[in-house]
């Protein structure tokens, strides 16, 4: 029985490289992600005193910013569009200093510094002023529950047709491979949108999170996400045989989403090399979308990053399901044709 157990352990590709894969890369992420401390924040300073204390800041402020001629609004909309983490205002003492409350780590992380600069500086912490970790997790959690609905649930979806032996059923039907992976969506988006709405709704009412953005805006950030994240369900069920293995590739796929989203560590914080992994994930730019349509009210044209790199990932996966999906189809389609010429022949 352990000969034979080994055997199939060297078959299942799968579980072998979950067993021997899975602790290095935790140990990987953790080791290189697992930091809650912000060494810097990108800054711009603005008004009439702007050069002078510009020069006076610690290094702990990246001053990418500084413009004499900028006014109070300006500093304010660089904030709520995130150029900026922090922006200063420089015109007269104590200077006023507007914190984006919706980036935790960053803002925690900058009054901290303020408090120790005294009385030169007044801190106003914008979008999350009490600085509430519910404010910056709800929005987070939403993309998880749509990411683990999409992910886990619908990567079963033909795996259960494989198994179950209609694979070659669909084969021989007159429609084509992006049809069946459209039809196989369109259910779990239904319940992933209701998910969405009721999550959302609750974390409103239960936790006070403001949702001071336009609906329609997060609206269409959550539906690309969804096409993601479901495309990207049905994309592991077509390199899956059965259901264990499914939900073994989904697993190995979301736990960097989880880690490294920012939903849990700041990315500011994150080493580079595995900053550039993070900003491949899609719960990456839902979480940007989220927050920064929810706490910050962010139009639409700020948001262009995240909503563009979704739209990519959508087009590019769901092309990827599609070709992998046709070419599991090709060989049922041929023993479905071979089948039906052997019955006519068999009539005549």
């Known amino acids: 029985m352990v ?8 078959r299942d590709r799968r579980t072998v490289a979950m067993i021997v894969f899975m602790p290095l890369l935790l140990l990987v992420i953790f080791g290189y992600a697992a930091n809650f401390s912000v060494d810097s924040v990108t800054t711009a300073v603005v008004g009439p005193q702007a050069d ?16 004499t001629a900028l006014t109070e609004a300006d500093a304010h909309d660089m904030v709520q569009r995130r150029d ?25 992380a900058t009054v901290s510094v303020l408090n120790k600069m005294g009385d030169q500086v007044t801190a106003d912490v914008l979008f999350n002023p009490d600085l509430e970790t519910s404010w910056v997790m709800i929005p987070a959690i939403i993309g998880l529950i749509l990411t683990f609905i999409g992910t886990i649930v619908t990567s079963i979806g033909l795996v259960r047709e494989r198994t179950a032996g209609t694979l070659e059923q669909l084969a021989v039907m007159p429609i084509r491979a992006s049809t069946v992976i459209l039809g196989k969506i369109a259910p779990y988006f239904l319940l992933a949108a209701f998910d969405m709405t009721l999550v959302t709704v609750l974390g409103v009412w239960l ?3 403001p949702f001071n953005g336009n609906v329609a805006v997060f609206a269409l950030g959550a539906a690309i996400f969804l096409f993601v994240v479901l495309g990207l369900g049905v994309f592991i069920s077509t390199i899956s045989q059965n259901a264990g293995q499914a939900i073994q590739v989904a697993f190995m796929l979301m736990l960097p989403q989880i880690l490294l989203s920012g939903m849990i560590f700041p990315l500011d914080a994150m080493a580079a090399g595995v900053r550039w992994i993070a900003y491949g994930l899609p719960l990456t730019y839902f979480t940007m979308i989220s927050q920064g349509v929810m706490l910050r009210g962010a139009p639409i044209d700020s948001l262009w990053l995240p909503l563009g790199a979704l739209t990519v990932m959508a087009l590019l ?12 189809l090709a060989p049922s389609r041929r023993r479905g044709h071979a089948h039906g010429e052997h019955v006519e022949a068999a009539t005549r």
Do not use: C, H, W, Y
């Open 3 to 10: 000969v034979k157990e080994f055997r199939e352990l060297r």
């Open 317 to 328: 996966i769901f092309t990827g399901a599609v070709l992998r999906f046709r070419r599991d």
């Open 52 to 67: 002078q204390v510009a020069g006076m800041l610690p290094d702990f402020f990246d001053v990418t910013t500084t413009d």
């Open 84 to 108: 900026v983490d922090v922006a200063f205002l420089a015109d007269g003492t104590p200077v006023t200093v507007l914190v984006d409350g919706s980036n935790l780590f960053a803002a925690q």
């Open 207 to 209: 936790f006070g999170v």
